[in-house]
């Protein structure tokens, strides 16, 4: 049982390329979430997807694009890298309200 | 807006004390609350998930608890050892229209000291 899983580990973009982040669970959650984690800022939600065919935005979606692919899959993709996207980016899931399971992250560094 | 705040953000203490994190929350108006601990370098590992009609949760040797009204949770650490070291994370889940919304505190960053 994996749970959560990310790809890449790790990524050096250059300024306006573009890219896309991969996250699978498979716990069968219905709830799918994207988060940024900086330096002094915390976690932030990018955008999530309560369930099958539905995505939303969260509270810095800017720059960034999501597909739920199906139940299990969830990719976020940035279609002109900026250096302010340097971040490490987490996927996480959940059976709808309940807990919360992180995936290992992504550190991305656009230089 | 919610906002969640943890204090300290740092903590040292040798091995074998026991020892308290706390978090509090500005809006009452919450689904649950969860307790993350985070290694150098790694995801996030869950801990504890406190519903909002609840008043704590254990595992081990970590005790939660949870105060609603007055925006406070606490994480209990009993007995604590070296690999207990890591970054520990408060979360809290909003009710209502917000209630797929994680809002996360910026850490207690816990050196345990053998």
């Known amino acids: 049982n994996a749970g959560v899983t990310q790809t890449p580990k790790f990524q050096v973009l250059k300024t306006g390329q573009s890219m896309t982040l991969q996250c699978a669970q498979d716990m069968n959650h219905n709830s799918m979430y994207w988060y940024r984690q900086d330096p002094g800022m915390g976690l932030r939600l990018i955008y999530y997807?309560?369930?099958?065919?539905?995505?939303d935005k969260g509270e810095v979606p800017n720059g960034y694009n999501v597909s739920r692919l199906n139940k299990r899959e969830f990719s976020l993709r940035l279609e002109s890298a900026a250096p302010s996207q340097t971040s490490v980016y987490f996927c996480a899931s959940s059976a709808s309200f309940y807990e919360q399971y992180f995936g290992p992250g992504t550190r991305l560094t656009v230089t | 807006k919610q906002e969640v705040t943890q204090i300290p953000a740092a903590l040292s203490v040798p091995e074998g004390e026991n020892l308290v994190l706390n978090c509090s929350f500005t809006d009452s108006a919450i689904y649950n609350l969860q307790w993350f601990r985070q290694d150098p370098g790694k995801g996030l590992t869950s801990l504890l998930l406190i519903q909002s009609s609840q008043r704590e949760q254990t595992s081990g040797r970590l005790n939660a608890s949870l105060d609603k009204s007055s925006g406070r949770s606490t994480l209990y650490i009993a007995a604590s050892q070296p690999g207990d070291s890591a970054t520990y994370l408060c979360?809290?889940?909003?009710?209502?229209?917000?209630?797929?919304?994680?809002?996360f505190g910026k850490g207690t960053l816990l050196t345990v000291n053998p």
């Open positions: 979360a809290v889940r909003g009710s209502g229209g917000s209630n797929y919304k994680l809002t």
């Open positions: 997807s309560a369930s099958e065919g539905t995505t």
